[in-house]
Structure formats: C-alpha cells, structure tokens
C-alpha cells in the first residue's frame, strides 16, 4: 500500500463549476501537507500549505486537512481553463525528516 | 526575483555518457532536493543536502551522484550506471526547517539513446 494515494483522472469539469481533488494517506504522523500545480513539462508550483486539522484559503483556492480520516482536499471555485493542469499533493512527518512524500498527481480538465 | 534555475530545459545524450544536470538557487535556502518523474510515478527522491558539503541519498540513488560546494548550486550527475536515465528531473529547495515549503525548479528533461 502506497504512503500517500492520489486518483490519477483525468477529471474534467465545465468552466466555473466547483473542483474537489483529494489524497488518503495511511501515516498518522503526517503533520504538514501541501499542494502543487503543475502544468505540462512545467515544475510544480506551490498552491497551499497547512499543517494539522483545520481549513485555509487563498483566493479561489481551500485547502482542507482531516487527520482523524487521513484525509486532505483541494477545492477550486469558479474554474477556469487555465487550471487545467496535474494537481500533486504533498506531506511530511514531524519527525525532523526532510523526505517529502508525494502523491502521483491528478489530473484536471476545465472545459470552457 | 528569487527563484530556482535549471538547466538546459532539455537534454539528449547517447547511452554511456555521463551527463550533470544544473540547479542553482538565489532564494538563500539551506536544503535542497533533486527528483526524478516519470508517468505514473510520481516524484521520487534521488538525493538531497541539507547543508553545504554534506547530503543523502534518496530512495533511488543509485547511478547518479551530487555535490554541494556552495549554498546556491546542487548539481546532478547522471552516470552510465543509471539505467534508465530518460526522465523529468526536478530540483527544489527549501529553507531548511524540516516541515517547510519546498520550492521547484522548470525541470530538465533528459532523453538518454
């Protein structure tokens, strides 16, 4: 079983609709998660970063931690075509360690 | 404007040669990464330093090498050991705080025949 499972897509959605992307995770000693974008050929680019339970927003962005589920979302209001891109999420211990765990990406097509 | 550069953004190389990928960063951070990407996989940790002239292998380090001399440059050698070279690689860094954001490079895809 993979630390951190992320469902691949593609999912595609109209432009302006709500988007959900989610990870599970199965370590309990996740403490810090993030959210990447990445567009094709592109490096990934830092969208949100939370640590423990709890919600936070950006902009059109939600960021939302569930540590009793193992559970973390992205939600993206008001979708636009240029969000099409692969969303990773990202999470590390509080162990000290500096190894980053990384989900395998979804994909997200927002259709104009 | 602070950032992480690689380069080139696209590399060829015929099978045997060995080959050094660039990073350099002007964000001041102390720790910094270097991942591979291929389809399907995710990101997987090849090596990473969290201070100058020191680092650790990652989870596939076999085949490639690194060295950090200055807090700003960690490059990446692909040797002729690796074998399966052709990949996205991606440099990051981060402040050196374990927990903190990490930060990505544009990535330098290497295509090895």
Redesign the interface.
């Known amino acids: 079983q993979k630390e951190v499972e992320q469902d691949?897509g593609p999912l595609s959605v109209p432009e302006g609709a709500i988007v959900s992307l989610n990870c599970t995770y199965s370590n309990s000693a996740f403490?810090?998660f993030?959210w990447?974008r990445q567009y094709s050929?592109?490096?990934?680019?830092?969208l949100m970063?939370t640590?423990s339970s709890g919600n936070k927003e950006d902009g059109r962005f939600t960021a939302q931690v569930d540590k009793s589920s193992k559970y973390i979302s992205l939600f993206i209001r008001d979708s636009q075509p240029s969000d099409s891109a692969t969303y990773?999420c990202?999470m590390?211990p509080?162990?000290?360690?500096?190894?980053?765990i990384?989900?395998?990406?979804t994909r997200l097509k927002v259709l104009a | 404007d602070g950032g992480?550069t690689?380069s080139p953004k696209y590399l060829f190389r015929k099978e045997g040669q060995n080959v050094t990928l660039s990073c350099e960063q002007n964000l001041n951070h102390d720790?910094m990464?270097w991942y591979r990407q291929d389809p399907?996989?995710?990101?997987r940790?090849i090596y990473?330093s969290?201070i100058v002239n020191d680092f650790?292998k990652?989870?596939i380090a076999e085949g490639y090498s690194v060295s950090r001399e200055k807090k700003e440059s960690f490059p990446l050698t692909v040797t002729s050991a690796q074998k399966n070279p052709t990949a996205?690689y991606?440099c990051a860094s981060?402040i050196g705080v374990?927990?903190?954001?990490?930060?990505?490079?544009?990535?330098t895809?290497l295509t090895v025949t």
Do not use: H, V
């Open positions: 691949p403490q810090y993030m990447y050929r592109k490096g990934p680019e830092l970063y640590y990773l990202a590390i509080t162990s000290g360690t500096y190894k980053y990384f989900g395998t990406g | 992480i690689q720790a990464y399907g996989q995710g990101l940790l990473y969290q650790q990652g989870d996205f991606l981060s374990a927990g903190d954001e990490q930060y990505f490079g544009p990535g895809r």
